[in-house]
């Protein structure tokens, strides 16, 4: 089970947005080698967006884990997210706008 926290921020020509997102993950690890495991994910959890407020987000995640040493572990990973927004029209929510983004992630953690 992995806790995955992010904060992206977005900006166009006009406007600028920072999305906040937060994802409980089970995942299954696969060993191809004693130092390496590949794994698959599902990352479920809340979005934060400035304006929008809350909404949904769902992350499928496809990644490796490389022991470092003895005590490290590096992670790089794919995901896709996708994320709800309501947007208000006329005073009610009524509209869901859905965003996703590719994400390319490098992770390390250290045990002790």
Avoid: C, K
């Avoid at 698959?40 to 499928?60: I, K, N, Q, R």
């Amino acid at each position: 089970m992995s806790a995955i926290v992010g904060v992206s921020h977005i900006r166009t020509e006009t406007e600028s947005s920072t999305l906040i997102t937060a994802l409980a993950e089970p995942s299954y690890h696969l060993p191809f080698a004693p130092n390496v495991f590949g794994f698959l994910g599902l990352g479920v959890g809340g979005s934060y967006v400035g304006g929008l407020g809350g909404g949904l987000a769902v992350a499928p995640r496809i990644g490796a884990n490389f022991l470092v040493g003895r005590s490290g572990v590096l992670t790089p990973s794919l995901s896709w997210q996708y994320t709800t927004h309501s947007i208000d029209a006329n005073g009610s929510d009524a509209m869901l706008a859905v965003s996703s983004a590719l994400r390319i992630n490098v992770g390390y953690t250290v045990m002790w």
